[in-house]
């Protein structure tokens, strides 16, 4: 479902929804002057599997039109952390968990996949997709909190989840990452169901 806010009152727009999903990143875009969402995990129906989303889509403030573009996306994930750098108005993307393809294994003949937690950065131009290669990255994650701090005029990357819960804090000035905070209370191990 998606909904608007419009100072009052919700709204619910049903014109043309998006295949339902969680975990997706989600931006205002000022080129496109939509907000777009891409990736995630969902299932199309209630009866379907679990699918992996790479997909993109454009909300106008009507409905949800499906995005295509031309450098296709970074592919199959969930969970990763995103946020858009006023100093370039591009989208910042890193991480998540990842959806990637392995060969099959004698006597299969169909590739199968296998989820990994990421830690590449790509940046989105409101066009197209581009792999950001830093000279140093924060440890592979999903779930972490990014943010941009207009104070310290820099990407902030707080926390997540890669099999256990950090706590560490990250500053990015292009070209690297850089550790303000290494998880001082350690990796802690999720206990539970």
Do not use: C
């Not at 379907?48 to 790479?54: A, E, K, Q």
Request: net charge neutral; hydrophobic share 35%.
């Amino acid at each position: 479902e998606t909904w608007t806010w419009d100072g009052t009152s919700w709204n619910r727009v049903t014109r043309s929804p998006a295949p339902a999903r969680t975990l997706a990143a989600m931006w205002y875009d000022s080129t496109l002057k939509k907000t777009v969402i891409y990736g995630g995990i969902g299932r199309i129906t209630s009866a379907d599997r679990i699918t992996r989303y790479s997909d993109m889509w454009t909300f106008d403030g009507n409905g949800w039109s499906e995005l295509k573009p031309a450098s296709g996306t970074p592919g199959m994930r969930y969970g990763a952390q995103a946020a858009v750098d006023p100093r370039t108005n591009h989208l910042l993307l890193f991480g998540g968990l990842r959806d990637d393809p392995v060969p099959p294994v004698p006597p299969a003949t169909t590739p199968g996949e296998v989820q990994v937690y990421a830690d590449d950065m790509w940046e989105w131009d409101g066009t197209a997709w581009t792999r950001v290669a830093p000279t140093s990255v924060p440890p592979a994650r999903e779930n972490g909190g990014m943010a941009f701090d207009p104070t310290r005029n820099e990407m902030v990357l707080f926390g997540g989840y890669a099999g256990y819960f950090f706590s560490d804090l990250w500053t990015y000035n292009p070209p690297a990452w850089q550790v303000k905070v290494f998880d001082p209370l350690g990796n802690r191990r999720r206990v539970g169901p």
